[in-house]
């Protein structure tokens, strides 16, 4: 095996925008090739993701008829991280030397997996998707009541989570929601899915994200300052394990597929959660960044509460959690979510985060993406 570094990355802005979601993609592409010092046609590979937006394939119209092989992923939320898993195993493997992968997404208005008709009355918001009874919203809720519950979760922690991705948003130029919200804006704003209100939830939007990869002793051909890819995992779901699409849980619960893929990327990194210095985790609605905080080994159930009150994950704090606002600032188009959180973390790496930037030069970074029905996928960088 060859050690693989990310030496380009591009990002299209979050948000909503009058362009193709491909179109969006390819923007980030152009801008890897140029931040790498190469072109499309330099590339041996290419993956790209997209849940919604059509065959990222297609994008080679767009880009450059080169012949090069091109392979479509589809992972849920965790499309990205497939994309880039995919790539890493392709230059680990020894079967090319350059590559890239690509994510992008261009989604409807409303929540995902709300198909009910538009209301004719209330300035044509969907009342159904609107009000939480889509089918994430509703398990995203069962989930963290549970979570709380069980371990003694406040209210006032979940606002925290919101607060915090919002003020992070707000210093991020590539983010969709740069309004930072106080907790008690986050508290007070409309409930769609007990105990989460509206700014507790990421949305679903558009993106692209694109980054180039090499073997690792080829990196300095085209960065003086390369990003490594130390491991790339994906896991599914256990028998037992509580998901979004269960519809029984058996009586022996087992654990989620986050905590197996945490393990083994730690194990293939060759290190452990005391030793990362900055995280972007799956925050979906901000129960999930709390129960994520755990499930990746950061703390143990029910520490998070006093992290959080501790300010441990701000930017300037002890572990700094989604310092690009993550899906609650960004909002989430599918395909390009997950490659969002190693760009963020490239640029953190790489000293090059503006306003946002984690004092204490950071040296290592954690992400982490989850996908319903119970896939997730974890990457670990090291300068």
């Not at 948000?15 to 072109?39: F, K, L, N, P, W």
């Not at 008709?117 to 969907?126: F, I, Q, R, S, T």
């Not at 607060?163 to 986050?186: C, H, I, L, Y």
Request: charged share 20%.
């Amino acid at each position: 095996m060859s050690d693989v570094a990310i030496v380009g990355i591009g990002m299209h802005p979050f948000g909503r925008h009058s362009i193709t979601g491909m179109e969006q993609g390819a923007h980030a592409v152009r801008e890897a090739c140029q931040d790498a010092g190469i072109s499309w046609h330099d590339l041996q590979f290419a993956v790209g993701g997209s849940h919604s937006a059509g065959n990222p394939d297609r994008m080679v119209s767009m880009l450059g008829l080169t012949g090069l092989q091109f392979v479509n992923v589809a992972n849920g939320c965790a499309t990205g991280g497939t994309a880039l898993g995919t790539a890493y195993n392709m230059i680990t493997a020894g079967i090319y030397d350059l590559g890239i992968a690509i994510g992008y997404d261009k989604h409807d208005r409303g929540a995902f997996a709300s198909d009910e008709p538009v209301h004719p009355v209330n300035g044509g918001l969907d009342w159904y998707g609107g009000s939480g009874m889509a089918i994430n919203p509703q398990f995203f809720a069962i989930k963290i009541n549970r979570y709380m519950q069980k371990y003694g979760i406040s209210n006032q922690a979940l606002a925290k989570v919101a607060a915090k991705a919002t003020r992070n948003g707000a210093m991020n130029p590539m983010a969709w929601r740069q309004q930072a919200f106080s907790e008690d804006e986050v508290l007070q704003s409309r409930m769609l899915a007990y105990p989460l209100t509206q700014y507790m939830f990421c949305s679903p939007g558009e993106g692209g994200v694109a980054l180039i990869l090499c073997r690792a002793n080829q990196a300095h051909r085209y960065t003086s300052k390369p990003i490594y890819l130390k491991s790339a995992v994906m896991r599914s779901r256990r028998f037992g394990s509580f998901e979004v699409k269960a519809s029984w849980l058996p009586k022996e619960e087992n654990v989620g597929p986050t905590v197996d893929a945490a393990e083994a990327a730690f194990e293939q990194a060759g290190i452990g959660p005391n030793d990362i210095d900055l995280a972007q985790l799956q925050d979906t609605e901000s129960g999930a960044e709390i129960m994520h905080m755990a499930e990746n080994g950061f703390c143990k159930d029910g520490e998070q509460e006093q992290m959080l009150a501790d300010g441990d994950t701000e930017i300037n704090g002890r572990f700094p959690i989604n310092t690009d606002g993550g899906c609650i600032a960004n909002g989430e188009p599918i395909g390009a979510s997950g490659l969002r959180q190693v760009y963020e973390n490239v640029l953190q790496l790489r000293g090059d985060a503006g306003p946002r930037q984690v004092q204490d030069d950071p040296k290592v970074a954690y992400t982490h993406v989850y996908g319903a029905p119970g896939i997730s996928g974890v990457t670990i960088l090291s300068r």
